[in-house]
DNA sequence: CTCATATATGAACAGCTCTTCAAGTGACAG
DNA sequence: CTGTCACTTGAAGAGCTGTTCATATATGAG
């Protein structure tokens, strides 16, 4: 319909859209992940982005850790934690063995334990991101 | 100040913390990145924590499109777009080249380009990552 | 049994984020 | 100049997220 490299309109969903390259954009949206891989991968970041969150996970990156000793590692409230860990474990990224009364939480998604490291690499080694610099050029 | 192995009660910051494993718990903290540098890693976890942000990254994996065809492959309006972008370019994320009066966004941050490259390998193969599935045992 | 300890949970509230709509800017055509 | 096009921006509101405080559960000690 369009193999034009200039601009063109496409029908996507139903709805005619105004496209610049309408080759490309048919091969990118050919090569993007199903919706649904998208949002489970968007969540997985979204599981990183707080701060005591990834603190939490970081202090696992070793081997396992209690709750109360997690929350002194990371210097949050022991109810804080639960509740962090609570959330890491419906998504399986943590698992729990218990002992007595105490819970030993270990990082159980070794695609996780990937990005993280991928991450730590690069701590510090990183200026550029200080928000708030207006835009470019 | 404490060597045992058992529990015992350490002073952070000032604070004083009951801890089971005092030796583990200093080790971990020591090992630790910077509290900055936690919350800068927990920013760029944060960018990517959004499936309309995402997908317009992974978009630009190939190389770089303009708005409008942003627009078309991400399925957003084109000031949604237009946000999005703002915020990614304020972290240096993407950058921007302009030529008339389009504008060309590409992915600039190689870092992140390795954090996509390694969730996407990963999409579809990660069954697990479905909330609410109660807590394990 | 009773009590202290370790963790888990619920409710509620403050703060943040994302989307939308309306209006603004700058480039190009005529 | 005037109008249109591609993009940008601001403001406002709905919804989500993370914390706290109070309370619940469960194990082990005595």
């Known amino acids: 319909m369009n193999s034009s490299s200039s601009d063109s309109v496409l029908t996507i969903d139903g709805c005619s859209v105004k496209v610049v390259d309408g080759d490309r954009v048919a091969a990118v949206r050919e090569r993007m992940p199903a919706p649904e891989d998208v949002v489970d991968t968007a969540d997985v970041f979204g599981l990183l982005s707080d701060p005591n969150r990834l603190r ?81 050029h």
Chains 1, 2 share one sequence.
């Open 56 to 136: 939490l996970l970081v202090a696992l990156l070793d081997g396992e850790l209690c709750v109360c000793d997690l929350a002194a590692v990371t210097g949050q409230s022991e109810s804080a934690v639960s509740h962090a860990l609570r959330l890491l474990r419906a998504h399986r990224i943590v698992a729990a063995r218990r002992s007595g009364r105490m819970a030993y939480y270990r990082l159980e998604d070794p695609h996780v334990r990937m990005l993280l490291d991928l991450a730590l690499e690069h701590t510090g080694h990183t200026e550029a991101i200080h928000p708030e610099r207006g835009g470019d």
